[in-house]
C-alpha cells in the first residue's frame, strides 16, 4: 500500500520566487493537511483540505496557499519567498473526517525548501 | 489558543533505564497523538489515544492519556539505543476541526 508522496524531496529557491509543493495521500483518504516545521518555531499548522474544500486555516501570510484537486490530491503554493520559509513542508493524510476512528495522520516525507 | 507544552526538551539516558515524557495541553481535547521523528525524516505515528484513561503500548513505549488532567505520557522502559529519536505529541481539538497542535517535540538519546 502506497503511503503519503510528496514531491520534490528538496528545492532551493531565490527570495522573491514561487514555489509549488505536491502530496498525494494514501488511496481512500480524503483529509490533507500541511505543516512547515522549522527549528525555531517547531511544527505548524498550514491549512487543511477535505473534498476539494479548505476547511481549516492556521496563522500564515496569505502567500502561503493551497488547494485540493477531485482525486485528493493537494498542493500548497508559497509566492514571494522569503528566507524564513525555509522549513521542512510536510503533508498528512487522513482516511475520515476528523482522522477519527483512531487512524490518525499519516505524514509523507516531506519537501526541504531552501530560500537563498 | 491551545497550547502543547512537552517536557523534557532534552534527554540522555542510558540504555536499560525508564523514564517518561510529560505532554501538558491547555484545553479539552477529543484525541492525542504521539509521533517518533528521525533526524532529516517524517513522523512516524506511535499511538492514538482517543478516551480518557486510553492506555497503549507497543513494544518498549507505552502511552496513557488523563483528559481531566489534560495529560499524556509516554514512558519508555529499558531503553536501547534504537529509540533514539524526537517524540512529538500533538492534539487535536473539537470535532470538525483536523488541525494538530504539536508540541516542542523531545529529543531522547539513549547511551550504550
Known amino acids: 500500500k502506497a503511503g503519503v508522496t510528496q514531491t520534490p524531496r528538496y528545492l532551493i529557491k531565490t527570495r522573491g520566487q514561487q514555489v509549488t509543493l505536491s502530496c498525494s495521500p494514501i488511496?481512500?483518504?480524503?483529509?490533507v493537511s500541511w505543516y512547515q516545521q522549522t527549528p525555531g518555531q517547531g511544527l505548524q499548522f498550514l491549512f487543511e483540505?477535505?473534498?476539494?474544500?479548505?476547511?481549516n486555516k492556521g496563522n500564515f501570510p496569505g502567500r502561503f496557499s493551497g488547494r485540493q484537486f477531485s482525486n485528493s490530491r493537494s498542493e500548497m503554493n508559497v509566492s514571494t519567498l522569503e528566507l524564513g520559509d525555509s522549513a521542512l513542508y510536510l503533508c498528512?493524510?487522513?482516511?475520515?473526517?476528523?482522522?477519527?476512528?483512531?487512524?490518525?495522520?499519516?505524514f509523507g516525507s516531506g519537501t526541504r525548501l531552501t530560500v537563498v | 489558543e491551545l497550547k502543547v507544552e512537552q517536557n523534557p526538551l532534552f534527554l540522555s539516558m542510558q540504555e536499560g533505564k525508564n523514564y517518561t515524557i510529560y505532554c501538558n495541553y491547555s484545553?479539552?481535547?477529543?484525541?492525542l497523538y504521539w509521533y517518533r521523528q528521525d533526524p532529516g525524516k517524517s513522523l512516524e505515528s506511535l499511538f492514538v489515544?482517543?478516551?480518557?484513561?486510553a492506555v497503549k503500548q507497543e513494544g518498549r513505549l507505552m502511552a496513557s492519556l488523563d483528559t481531566k488532567a489534560r495529560l499524556s505520557t509516554l514512558h519508555i522502559t529499558a531503553a536501547v539505543h534504537d529509540l533514539s529519536a524526537t517524540y512529538f505529541c500533538?492534539?487535536?481539538?473539537?470535532?470538525?476541526?483536523?488541525?494538530?497542535?504539536f508540541g516542542t517535540g523531545t529529543r531522547l538519546t539513549i547511551i550504550p
Open positions: 498528512a493524510s487522513s482516511l475520515a473526517y476528523r482522522g477519527t476512528l483512531g487512524y490518525g495522520y499519516t
Open positions: 488511496s481512500g483518504h480524503r483529509s
Open positions: 483540505y477535505f473534498s476539494e474544500t479548505q476547511r
Open positions: 484545553t479539552t481535547s477529543d484525541r
Open positions: 489515544l482517543l478516551s480518557n484513561g
Open positions: 500533538a492534539v487535536a481539538t473539537n470535532f470538525g476541526n483536523e488541525k494538530l497542535t
